[in-house]
């Protein structure tokens, strides 16, 4: 199967065509999926073993909801998907582009240009050399905040320490919040037991926040907590979401208010990486004015020894 034919499926399921027309319709490999449905494994268990993140998400879906109903929420976790990975980019590229435009230049003039300067280098590179240092460790705090990311993301440790510094980050915080809004959103006006719920989090593909929040809410489960109680004391969650929350399970109308908390934190997300995104922009054209003043500099230094002739 592949996302594409997965897609088509889902459409046509969704508008009332029985279930093995779609599948002939739907998948180049429909023989091999009807030979395996007659010998009892679920439609899950075939998609489970997939390639690709949505497909294993809409395993999980399947396996908690009917169809209509995976296919249904699929598409709204899709969606808060591209959206979170969209605002993300659209305010991050630009800037990160133009900062790296500005290191290439400054260790190009570096590396280059001053070498034919090289008898007047003790005098006039100091704003340069600078210049160098700060870019360097621009990118080096840059890379350790990916690698550590990546590392929490893939690796799933629980140095509660490590845990609640990165979470002091507002963007993680909100970031992570949203994602288990979106899924709440999909379980929590579903009949699923607190146990169900907690599971397909944490099998949710594509939401690597939630799913590692749930494993810790998972063990306190375990201790006797409601999930309540688990969302009121995880620090890592932002304050407004844990209200949103209290207030749809007072009111039951939880998917109303998660959905609420999204709209919501996508405009707070997008003012944070914007703002995040000037500093970055701020920082790079401050760095290429003053890469051109050093260099400005370096040049006329042959003029001024001239001069002094």
Known sequence: MTENEMEVFSLLEKNGLPFQDAIHLSFHQHESITDLLQKGVPFFEIVRHQKGRRLK???????YFSLSQAVQYDQKLQQTRELLTKNLLTNSLYPLFIMAFASILIWFFSNNILPAFSAFEHEDTALLDGLK?????????????????????????????????????P????????????????????GLATV???????????????SILSRHWNKKLSLGYSLMNCIRQDNRLDELFVRFFEIGSQ???????????????LLKLERITKKIS?????????SVGLLAISVYQIMLAPLNLLESF
């Open 278 to 286: 000037n500093y970055i922009l701020y920082f790079a054209y401050s």
């Open 196 to 210: 169900q719920t907690i599971s397909f989090m944490q099998k949710a593909t594509g939401f690597p926040f939630a």
């Open 251 to 265: 009111v039951s109308m939880m998917e109303t208010m998660m959905k609420s908390y999204q709209e919501s934190s």
């Open 171 to 190: 963007l993680l915080k909100i970031l992570c919040s949203c994602e288990c809004a979106a899924l709440f959103e999909c379980t929590q006006n579903s």
């Open 133 to 169: 240092i700060l870019s360097g460790l621009f990118w080096f705090i840059v890379a350790v905040i990916g690698i550590l990311i990546a590392y929490f993301l893939y690796t799933k440790p629980n140095y509660a320490l490590i845990w609640s510094l990165l979470f002091k980050i």
């Open 57 to 63: 998400r809409m395993a999980s879906l399947m396996e």
